[in-house]
Every structure is written in C-alpha cells, then in structure tokens.
T-cell receptor, first 109, second 117 residues
Framework: KNEVEQSPQNLTAQEGEFITINCSYS?????LHWLQQHPGGGIVSLFM???GKKKHGRLIATINIQEKHSSLHITASHPRDSAVYIC???????????FGQGTRLTINP | GAVVSQHPSRVICKSGTSVKIECRSL??????MFWYRQFPKQSLMLMAT?????????EQGVEKDKFLINHASLTLSTLTVTSAHPEDSSFYIC?????????????FGNGTRLTVT
C-alpha cells in the first residue's frame, strides 16, 4: 500500500461544479503539499498545510491530522482548472517528499 | 516571487551521448535541490537529493554513475544523463525549497523532456 493515496484517480466534471480531491497518508508528517501539474509538465505549489484550512481564490485545502486526511476543493470550477493535482507529504524529520499518484481533473465547458 | 529555472525544456539526443540539465534558483539560495523523474501518466519519482558542496544522495535503484549530479553553488544544480539510452527518455524536473526551511513552499522548474533516439 502506498504511503500517500489519492482519490479519485480521474475526475471529469462540468464547468461550475464543486470539485473535491482526497488524500490519505499513513506516515507522520511535518507538512502536506498540494501541487498542480499542467499538461506541459510544469508544477506549481498550491498549498502547504500542517493543520486546519487554507484558502486561495477558488481553492480550499483542509487537513485533519488525527485522521491523516486532506482534501482539496475547487469552487466554481473552470476548464482552466484542468490539470493533474498531486498530494505530497513531507515526513517528519526528513526533507524529501512522498507523492500521491495524482488526480487527473478535466473540466468540460 | 522565488523562481526555479530549468534548462533545457526539451532535448533530443542520440543513444550513447550525454545530456546535461541545469536547475537554477533565481532569487534565493538553495543548499538542497531535488531531482525527479516522471514517466507518462505517473507521479513524480525522486531520483536524488542534491546537496551544495557535497555528494548527492541517490534513491534506491538510481544509478549514480549514470545520473551524475553536481551542486557546485548555492543557485545551481546539474543533472547529467551519461551514455543515454532510449529507456532514459522521460520527463525530468527539479525542485528547491526557499531558504531550505523544511516545510517551506516548494518551487519547481518547468521540467526537461528528454527523448533519446
């Protein structure tokens, strides 16, 4: 079993829908990251979380440390949100990250 | 904001040749950079951790002599794929943490798509 599991692996939705991507992990972490990878390959860091909730524009990320679970939400989704979203955790005491498999999101107009 | 620049973005080379990929932190110092490899429709796989002024730390299964990493300054790490073969064709991407503060926001290069013919 992977240390970081994401669901769903693929998600297709219509423009305007509310999107939720989930991430569960099984190791002790110092922080959890949500990343966005566009078709060209470039990766952007969306959020870094160690507790609670963060919001940036239409994106919201939450984490429950006790349950070892995080969610990424996109409100009023738009075709430009189409990308692969990757959850990555930094293990406690280590610099390197452990990555989830990614969620391929497609928003249709 | 802080930016990581990776060059080249795309390279095609013949089998047996070597290819160098550069990763630069443009407006911050990075004592540690990370090199990843990504196969189509798969997630990132950490290849090695590049440490300024010392030897890189390679992940299990990554050949040190094949993937040479040099981190000679606080703003530059290079990955050289030596004697490239078609199976080395992949997407390579680097990242660095701002000021190497653990848990600080990550910054990624735009990646290098390597095709070995």
């Amino acid at each position: 079993k992977n240390e970081v599991e994401q669901s769903p692996q693929n998600l297709t939705a219509q423009e305007g829908e509310f999107i939720t991507i989930n991430c569960s992990y099984s190791v002790g972490i110092s922080a959890l990251h949500w990343l966005q990878q566009h078709p060209g390959g470039g990766i952007v860091s969306l959020f870094m979380l160690s507790s609670g909730k963060k919001k940036h524009g239409r994106l919201i990320a939450t984490i429950n440390i006790q349950e070892k679970h995080s969610s990424l939400h996109i409100t009023a989704s738009h075709p430009r949100d189409s990308a692969v979203y990757i959850c990555a955790v930094g293990r406690r005491g280590a610099q390197k990250l452990v990555f989830g498999q990614g969620t391929r999101l497609t928003i249709n107009p | 904001g802080a930016v990581v620049s990776q060059h080249p973005s795309r390279v095609i080379c013949k089998s047996g040749t070597s290819v160098k990929i550069e990763c630069r932190s443009l407006d911050f110092q990075a004592t540690t950079m990370f090199w990843y490899r990504q196969f189509p429709k798969q997630s990132l796989m950490l290849m090695a951790t590049s440490n300024e002024g010392s030897k890189a730390t390679y992940e299990q299964g990554v050949e040190k002599d094949k993937f040479l990493i040099n981190h000679a300054s606080l703003t530059l790490s290079t990955l050289t794929v030596t004697s490239a073969h078609p199976e080395d064709s992949s997407f390579y991407i680097c990242s660095a943490n701002l000021a190497d503060r653990r848990g600080s926001p990550l910054h990624f290069g735009n990646g290098t798509r390597l095709t070995v013919t």
